[in-house]
């Protein structure tokens, strides 16, 4: 059974940096890709970022593009989420997912374990 746990949120002014870690267990958690999403009030779970196994390969959405940057250490089993230039509509719950595969996904269905999240809340 793998365990994430999220770390890092908090509160925020537009404009300023926050960093999330995202911790694993278990042998396995350099096999496969990992994931961000996020989820806002009244809204949908989204995606935000995904890095594949080795770190080599990351995908983000267009709207965190050139201001979030995923990477992961495998040593520590934790992967981040450098998050800059924040704005309020960045304010979500975000959730650190394993993949089902090594390649990276942005389809919450193509992810079989979550961690319980840490909020991000961005004052304008």
């Known amino acids: 059974q793998l365990d994430l746990v999220e770390s890092g949120g908090g509160l925020v002014q537009a404009g300023g940096s926050l960093r999330l870690s995202c911790s694993g267990s278990?042998?396995?958690?350099?096999?496969?890709?990992m994931s961000w999403f996020r989820q806002a009030p009244g809204k949908e779970r989204e995606f935000v970022a995904s890095?594949?196994?080795?770190?080599?390969?990351?995908i983000s959405s267009d709207s965190v593009r050139g201001r979030f940057l995923m990477s992961r250490d495998n040593s520590k089993k934790q992967v981040y989420l450098q998050m800059n230039a924040l704005k309020s509509e960045d304010t979500a719950i975000y959730y650190c997912?394993?993949?089902?595969?090594?390649?990276?996904?942005?389809?919450?269905?193509?992810?079989?374990?979550w961690g319980r999240g840490t909020q991000v809340t961005v004052s304008s």
């Open positions: 278990g042998p396995t958690f350099k096999d496969y890709a």
């Open positions: 890095i594949g196994w080795s770190g080599a390969n990351a």
């Open positions: 997912a394993r993949a089902q595969s090594y390649t990276t996904s942005r389809y919450d269905y193509e992810h079989n374990a």
